[in-house]
């Protein structure tokens, strides 16, 4: 894995490159998508975006674990979880790019 990490700034040129709205309009747009994802998110529903993938939030219940220096049992608390699942033409895009 090469580390590259892609950032909102480098969205939002990428959108003003492609679409050719200005840099604003763009960086506007960016957010405006960004917020509608994570409102939806948060109020339970399930986003999915063609030939990309879905995103759900799962709540995951209450369990035992344990604490790996002491051993002791620590109990932990329910709580909700973001879940990503890709579609399968991007798995089939991210696996055609193995042989680079």
């Given at each position: 894995m090469s580390g590259h990490t892609i950032t909102r700034a480098q969205l939002s040129e990428a959108v003003y490159q492609e679409v050719?709205?200005?840099r604003n309009e763009s960086s506007e747009l960016l957010e405006m998508v960004l917020n509608e994802i994570?409102?939806?998110?948060?109020?339970g529903a399930a986003v999915k975006i063609s030939s990309?993938?879905?995103?759900?939030?799962?709540?995951?219940?209450q369990r035992v674990g344990r604490n790996p220096k002491t051993g002791d049992e620590v109990p932990i608390l329910p709580r909700k979880v973001l879940v990503f699942r890709p579609s399968q033409q991007l798995k089939a895009q991210?696996?055609?790019g193995l042989g680079d």
């Open positions: 050719g709205l200005s994570s409102q939806a998110l948060a109020e990309f993938g879905s995103f759900s939030v799962r709540q995951k219940g991210i696996n055609a």
